[in-house]
């Protein structure tokens, strides 16, 4: 069964770059049906799609983020990464990885998530 | 962009009864509909995919019916284990993609 388990830094320095890892295991990030995202949810909010790449490396970002959003991936290491720059107390929020089953056309698996708070 | 919105934005029942949430697009999406469980503190969890189909282990009381733009989630008989929020999303525009505002579901 994929798992999916993101880390990083739980503190960001407003105007720093945020940036988390999700780590793939029991499965390949390669498998073909599948591609690759994250999300985040600020309290009390809804969710927030971010990201998605394929393990090609071919990916879409979020038009509201502007060019903050940059996400990469990296198969050998069966992991994939979000880089938020410019980061604000706004960018404060839990932050998941996800992934899309191309089949089912949803999101089947899920990180437990990694709360990142901007903060001085 | 596809908007989504939910109702009611929360609701309270007792164990037993029938629930039901609806979603609605602000476009026809199809069958390009989700749905996904939440408990505070965690990561959603796939319910139902393509409108109407139960995600392998899900409990049979829940459902999913729809299409074009209106959407209803049921869950048949509410369980004290079932207090949770929940989403719709479409994905019917890949790669872009929006969840409802969500239903959070409470026991009375």
């Known amino acids: 069964q994929v798992q999916l388990q993101e880390s990083g830094p739980g503190l960001v320095k407003p105007s720093q770059t945020l940036s988390l890892t999700c780590t793939v295991s029991?499965?390949?990030?390669?498998?073909?049906?599948?591609?690759w995202s994250w999300f985040r949810q600020s309290a009390g909010k809804g969710l927030e799609w971010l990201a998605h790449?394929?393990?090609?490396?071919?990916?879409m970002h979020n038009p509201s983020l502007k060019s903050r959003v940059t996400i990469s991936v990296d198969p050998p290491k069966n992991q994939f990464s979000l880089n938020l720059s410019s980061v604000t107390a706004a960018d404060t929020a839990l932050y998941f990885c996800?992934?899309?089953?191309?089949?089912?056309?949803?999101?089947?698996?899920w990180g437990q998530g990694t709360m990142v708070t901007v903060s001085s | 962009d596809i908007q989504m919105t939910q109702s009611p934005t929360s609701l309270s029942a007792s164990v037993g009864d029938r629930v039901t949430i609806t979603c609605q697009a602000s476009?026809?999406?199809?069958?390009?509909l989700n749905w996904y469980q939440q408990k505070p503190g965690k990561a959603p969890k796939l319910l139902i995919f393509?409108?109407?189909n139960l995600e392998t282990g899900v409990p049979s009381r829940f459902s999913g019916s729809g299409s074009g733009t209106d959407f209803t989630f049921t869950i048949s008989s509410l369980q004290p284990e079932d207090i949770a929020t929940y989403y719709c999303?479409?994905?019917?525009?890949?790669?872009?993609?929006?969840f409802g505002p969500g239903t959070t579901v409470d026991i009375k």
């Open positions: 996800a992934k899309y089953n191309l089949f089912t056309r949803a999101f089947d698996i």
């Open positions: 029991g499965g390949s990030l390669s498998s073909g049906n599948s591609f």
């Open positions: 790449i394929y393990a090609s490396g071919s990916a």
């Open positions: 476009q026809d999406i199809s069958n390009f």
């Open positions: 393509d409108a109407s």
């Open positions: 999303q479409q994905n019917e525009n890949l790669p872009l993609l929006t």
